[in-house]
């Protein structure tokens, strides 16, 4: 604990610490509570995109064998243009939020390629927009983690550092006022009983 001056002046400024620590200590406990439900949150949603991903990788592997056999290059038409992200503010995280993506124009004849060929490139597409969206989702959890571990910390730092070492400090500095003020008393009384004393011996 770090050494305090034991005045009336330090008794102030420790008094007004602790209660500005006790203060601020329910926002953080607040903060730290929305944000584990908010990763939580957000982990199930990994989840889920991760199982979606994984079954539209094995809905994808039918159509790559028939595209070889059929000798079809997808080309441009899985090109993505341009990728769209948001953002929502948690407990003053923003987290990345994916909103779509635009590909490139199909560029192939309609009436030179077979018709389920749509249907593959539809799927293919619904992949890649799995896969953003499975990335801004790891995004926004390392995000949450990362905040809660520093609320955690500085939750920590003032229930079980900063205000007890104010209230110690605080009561410290009460003991010290109290010795001094009793000494002073003290001190008072024998002067009185000093001074006393002759005048009693001169009335005599």
Not at 65 to 87: N, P, W
Not at 162 to 169: F, L, N, S, V, Y
Request: charged share 30%; proline share 3%; glycine share 6%.
């Amino acid at each position: 604990m770090s050494t305090v001056r034991l005045t009336q002046g330090e008794l102030k400024i420790q008094r007004d610490r602790l209660q500005a620590y006790q203060r601020f200590l329910p926002t953080l406990q607040l903060k730290k509570q929305q944000l584990h439900l908010e990763l939580n949150k957000q982990s199930r949603a990994l989840e889920s995109c991760r199982l979606q991903l994984d079954k539209l990788a094995g809905d994808i592997i039918p159509w790559m064998g028939l595209l070889a056999e059929s000798g079809i290059v997808m080309g441009d038409t899985l090109d993505t243009r341009e990728v769209f992200f948001t953002s929502r503010n948690v407990a003053g995280v923003d987290i990345p939020v994916f909103d779509h993506l635009e590909f490139q124009v199909p560029d192939y004849d309609l009436f030179a390629t077979p018709l389920w060929l749509d249907r593959g490139i539809m799927l293919f597409r619904e992949y890649i927009d799995s896969y953003f969206q499975l990335e801004a989702l790891k995004k926004g959890e390392e995000l949450l983690r990362r905040e809660l571990l520093t609320t955690t910390q500085r939750v920590n730092l003032f229930e079980k550092v900063k205000i007890p070492e104010a209230q110690e400090h605080i009561r410290l500095i009460r003991i010290h006022i109290g010795d001094q003020l009793a000494g002073s008393i003290g001190r008072s009384k024998l002067v009185k009983r000093r001074t006393a004393r002759p005048v009693r011996e001169a009335a005599r």
